[in-house]
């Protein structure tokens, strides 16, 4: 029988995040972040994207010095965490599992509770990881490589998703248009640096899904026809149009994500609007939803970039809002590996 501790006060949380091809821990006090490190995979880049059993694999060889640096950079002992943290889901079997097995084995020899964290939710409670907070109800875009959706949130805990993609996710749209232009995997980071040296001056097709829902797979194959169509005309083209290229990808797949947001204010009459996940990174969709904050007197909010792709600080903090819930997580819950699961 797991049998816990008596605690006092404020939680030591330490929280994991495994869930794709980032390892990373962090520490909180309450809601006070003490550290957040985070090891990055870099075998995918050569591969083209991620491969599931190296990524699984890596996670087990990197966990604990991820730990043990987290710890000394918040200049704590294990002996002090009374509650671990890890990403329940959704994500890639092999590597949740990873996470998982190891925030569980730590909670039993410390006895301490662990509570699981749904991904995704914790890209969005992000924005509480520092000042300024968003005030409930807003609305939230997150946009990552494997999710976009919108949802409003009423409370920390209390979410329900207005709209999502029904092919591609906004990350893979970045990732696999960049990869038509030769560009290493994650293409995202890549295309925002070039836009930024170039002008949106091609075209391509938006998709067209009612209500909030998105689509990305025609625009795709809008970039892929026309890449086709100019290449045989002429081979250097992608060499020669390189930054006009990325700009035009990058303000088209802008163009979508803000017409969906408009679209939710017009709906829900709600103005305090966030943009949380990795591709809320994008320098372009921070200045577009500036503007429209401007144009149409919202109050938006962006993630320090330094939350906006996986880490565990964003698992932790919304580990805490669970915690004040005393919503744990039992030692034989299973890994979701699916949004849906949750
Ligand atoms: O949230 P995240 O780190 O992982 C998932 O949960 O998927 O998001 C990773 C995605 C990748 O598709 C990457 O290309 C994209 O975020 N990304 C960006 C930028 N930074 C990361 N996309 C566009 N512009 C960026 N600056
Ligand atoms: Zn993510």
New binding site residues.
Partial sequence: MHRFKKMVGEPNILAIES??D?TSVAIFTGNKLLSNVVSSQLDHEELGGVVPELASRAHVQVIQSVMQKALKEAHFSIKQINCIAYTQGP?LLGSLIVGAGFAKGLAMGLRVPTIGVN?MEG?VLAHFIEEPYPRFPFICLT?????TQLSIYRNYLDSEILGQTIDD????A??KT?KMLGLP?????L???YANLGEAKFEFAQSNVNGLDFSFSGFKTSVLYFLKKKMRENDQFIMENHNDLCASI?ST?VDMLISKIKLAIDMTGIKEIAIA?????????RKRLNTLSQEYGLKSYTVP?RY????AAMIGITAYHMYKQGQFTPLDAPVLTRQTSF
């Fill in positions: 869930s794709c980032d994500g991904h890209h946009v990552s490589g494997g999710h996710a906004a990350g893979e970045f990732d960049g995997y994650p293409s995202g980071p295309i925002d640096r990058q797949i996940g990795g591709v809320s990174a994008n320098s372009g969709l970039i906006c792709t996986d880490n």
